[in-house]
């Protein structure tokens, strides 16, 4: 006999392993980029996981525990961890529902990348606080190195979203 729920439940541990595998990849890339992925001039290249979202909003929260997690190895540490995956949160929300009523895939991404490397200014303040850097230059230097890591990262979940349906 057919169990009405194990639809249900199937999607549901279908969705929680895609969500876990996204927050590992994400822990896994930035982590073993950590050189490239902290500081005032970086290329977290993890950061190509933030177009998830805009395929599935699951992602929103995946992505958001990915930062949290990696953000332990930054060298602010536990302020980083909070304020890192707190603004992640709210960017991935907002690049959500900005992108919603958009059809084209490509629009979608543009628009993220966007919204993703002004963001960068939570980061440069963080930089600006703790080690007296110059907050608009800092703000450039990071916002630039989210451009190219969205950049190069836009071209890849463009590619696997062509294989693979990112929407289920």
Same mark, same amino acid.
């Given at each position: 006999?057919?169990?009405?729920?194990?639809?249900?439940?199937?999607?549901?541990?279908?969705?929680?392993?895609?969500?876990?595998?996204?927050?590992?990849?994400?822990?896994?890339?930035?982590?073993?980029?950590?050189?490239?992925?902290?500081?005032?001039?970086?290329?977290?290249?993890?950061?190509?996981?933030?177009?998830?979202?805009?395929?599935?909003?699951?992602?929103?929260?995946?992505?958001?525990?990915?930062?949290?997690?990696?953000?332990?190895?930054?060298?602010?540490?536990?302020?980083?961890?909070? #304020?890192? &995956? =707190? *603004?992640? %949160?709210? /960017?991935?929300?907002?690049?959500? $529902?900005?992108?919603?009523?958009?059809?084209?895939?490509?629009?979608?991404?543009?628009?993220?990348?966007? #919204?993703? &490397? =002004? *963001?960068? %200014?939570? /980061?440069?303040?963080?930089?600006? $606080?703790?080690?007296?850097?110059?907050?608009?230059?800092?703000?450039?230097?990071?916002?630039?190195?989210?451009?190219? &890591?969205? *950049?190069?990262?836009?071209?890849?979940?463009?590619?696997?979203?062509?294989?693979?349906?990112?929407?289920?």
């Amino acid at each position: 006999m057919n169990n009405p729920n194990s639809q249900t439940k199937a999607w549901s541990v279908m969705s929680l392993t895609k969500m876990a595998l996204i927050t590992a990849l994400y822990i896994v890339v930035t982590i073993f980029l950590a050189p490239f992925s902290f500081g005032a001039v970086q290329l977290r290249f993890s950061e190509l996981f933030n177009y998830l979202p805009i395929f599935n909003k699951r992602y929103i929260g995946a992505v958001t525990l990915g930062v949290a997690i990696s953000n332990f190895a930054s060298p602010l540490g536990l302020v980083d961890v909070i #304020i890192g &995956s =707190l *603004s992640t %949160f709210v /960017v991935l929300c907002f690049s959500y $529902y900005a992108t919603k009523q958009l059809k084209s895939p490509i629009k979608k991404m543009m628009l993220t990348a966007m #919204i993703c &490397s =002004l *963001s960068m %200014f939570t /980061v440069a303040g963080q930089l600006t $606080y703790f080690y007296q850097l110059p907050f608009f230059y800092t703000w450039l230097t990071v916002g630039i190195g989210e451009v190219l &890591s969205m *950049s190069i990262g836009g071209i890849l979940i463009y590619w696997i979203n062509e294989k693979i349906d990112l929407t289920k």
